[in-house]
């Protein structure tokens, strides 16, 4: 049981206490980047030194955000209730299950922050201890019928990257994958009584990753002519006539769960 509590970090009134551990271990991101602490950081006059903590996205982020935050002029107090939306993909607590190497060892209650890219946990979803699951691909969970494993995978733009992707289809030669996401999308004021403004806000987004053979998954648009040439030759007739007669939808992960669940029949 020892080793099982390498897989978390401890998070409590603001402080951070973590556990010898290989693998990525960071505080979870409760409110994201938008905090009066964070924004204050990046608007400091110390900001090109901020420390903005140990959370690999957000220090991916940190030039694209600073641009962002630049020209938003007074709105330094800039929180989350200042922002329509959600960082979550439910922003209760739901039991689920901790898995290691596939094999279940715990049940905790957990949200998932579809911006940091992280999975947050609690014993009790009332907890005031907020624990991070480390970033490891020996650990995955399971949580409202929902999966989420960590791997690597080639982005949009073919870098090789690693994250949680949800598997919606195993089993065969088609492992097909969704990862969803948090987008933050800046705000506009409207600037007269005729013009339209819009609040500043998270947008959901969903990306879909392939895996073919057991190969690094990779991203792909989830329309006809790129899924198309996901196949080989000699299927893409049948598998055309079952988009046809089942009237799949390719812009939606039930559509593509259908398709790539018959793909690994032929």
Not at 4 to 17: D, E, N, P
Not at 131 to 151: E, H, I, P, T, W
Not at 194 to 214: A, C, I, M
Request: charged content about 25%.
């Amino acid at each position: 049981m020892i080793k099982k509590t390498l897989l978390i970090a401890f998070c409590s009134l603001g402080s951070v206490s973590y556990l010898q551990a290989q693998g990525n271990i960071h505080s979870p991101g409760e409110g994201g980047f938008f905090t009066a602490d964070r924004l204050a950081g990046f608007k400091g006059p110390d900001a090109e030194n901020y420390d903005n903590g140990n959370n690999p996205w957000m220090m991916d982020l940190y030039n694209d955000m600073r641009t962002k935050l630049g020209v938003m002029g007074e709105e330094v107090n800039l929180t989350l209730e200042d922002i329509d939306g959600t960082i979550y993909l439910d922003e209760s607590f739901q039991l689920g299950a901790l898995h290691e190497d596939g094999v279940i060892f715990k049940r905790m209650y957990m949200r998932y922050d579809a911006y940091n890219d992280e999975i947050e946990l609690r014993e009790s979803p009332d907890s005031k201890v907020t624990r991070a699951m480390v970033k490891n691909q020996k650990y995955s969970c399971s949580v409202n019928g929902s999966k989420f494993d960590y791997l690597q995978y080639k982005n949009d733009e073919g870098v090789l990257v690693a994250g949680y992707l949800e598997p919606l289809v195993n089993g065969g030669d088609y492992v097909l994958y969704q990862k969803q996401l948090k987008i933050f999308k800046e705000g506009k004021p409207a600037k007269t009584s005729l013009d339209r403004g819009f609040p500043h806000r998270f947008l959901d987004k969903t990306e879909y990753y392939l895996s073919v053979n057991g190969d690094t998954p990779q991203y792909f648009k989830a329309k006809k002519s790129e899924v198309m040439a996901l196949f080989p030759d000699e299927d893409q007739k049948v598998i055309k006539q079952f988009i046809k007669e089942k009237q799949i939808d390719l812009g939606e992960s039930l559509g593509l769960t259908n398709l790539f669940a018959y793909a690994n029949t032929l």
